[in-house]
């Protein structure tokens, strides 16, 4: 084990190494966004700039006071804390495979005592229903008569076939954008007439 290499590795070298791993850019910037604000409102400085002694001194008191409370306070949603807790535990995963601080940091603690934050709710998500095809058709009426600032005369019809198609296909708005016409296989229907069935790359690529 070359232990002088890993001494030379930076706090700076594993957060940008971190991100770079990860496939979805929108990952990406939620997980960089999420440890961003802990490290803020915990070390008081960048992810980037995190030293062997903020690791070391940490408690779960300073999870709870300096960072879950304050946004309960500022009404985030639980949901949300948890979702930033997870990507710090991500960032500090990162930093105990890449050996950071030669192993003097005790990770498993971190993980397991003080990000872990058990009191947070999960079911505080309101789940909307799938829209009906009478909303549907409302939507697509608002979009046809909505007044817009684009000189493009059909760009209401547009919006509204669009809708349709996330409707029949159920993929995200970024991934329709990336579709094309060598996406659709057409077959023969077993009730008669023709199917197109879609192959899209979605997020994560999936």
Same mark, same amino acid.
């Given at each position: ?20 791993s990860m ?11 999420? %440890?961003?604000?802990?490290s ?8 980037g ?10 408690r ?7 960072f ?7 009404k ?15 960032f ?22 003080v990000l ?8 505080? %998500? ?8 009478n ?13 817009y ?15 349709s ?7 995200? %708005? ?5 579709v ?11 009730y008669?007439g023709k ?5 899209a ?6």
């Amino acid at each position: 084990m070359n232990t002088q290499l890993e001494k030379n590795i930076t706090m700076s070298e594993v957060f940008s190494t971190w991100l770079m791993s990860m496939a979805s850019e929108n990952t990406k910037a939620k997980y960089r966004s999420s %440890v961003t604000l802990f490290s803020e409102k915990v070390f008081g400085k960048e992810p980037g700039e995190i030293t062997e002694e903020d690791l070391n001194t940490i408690r779960y008191r300073d999870t709870i006071n300096k960072f879950v409370n304050p946004l309960k306070k500022a009404k985030v949603k639980d949901s949300t804390i948890k979702a930033h807790l997870t990507a710090m535990k991500q960032f500090v995963k990162a930093m105990s495979r890449d050996r950071i601080f030669n192993d003097s940091v005790d990770y498993n603690d971190l993980l397991i005592n003080v990000l872990n934050v058990t009191t947070l709710k999960t079911n505080d %998500v309101k789940h909307h229903e799938t829209l009906s095809v009478n909303e549907l058709e409302e939507l697509q009426n608002w979009f046809k008569n909505k007044h817009y600032l684009s000189d493009d005369e059909k760009i209401g019809e547009k919006y509204a076939k669009l809708s349709s198609f996330l409707f029949a296909t159920a993929i995200r %708005v970024s991934a329709t954008f990336n579709v094309t016409w060598d996406d659709f296989t057409v077959t023969d229907s077993p009730y008669g007439g023709k199917w197109a069935i879609l192959r899209a790359l979605d997020k994560g690529h999936k």
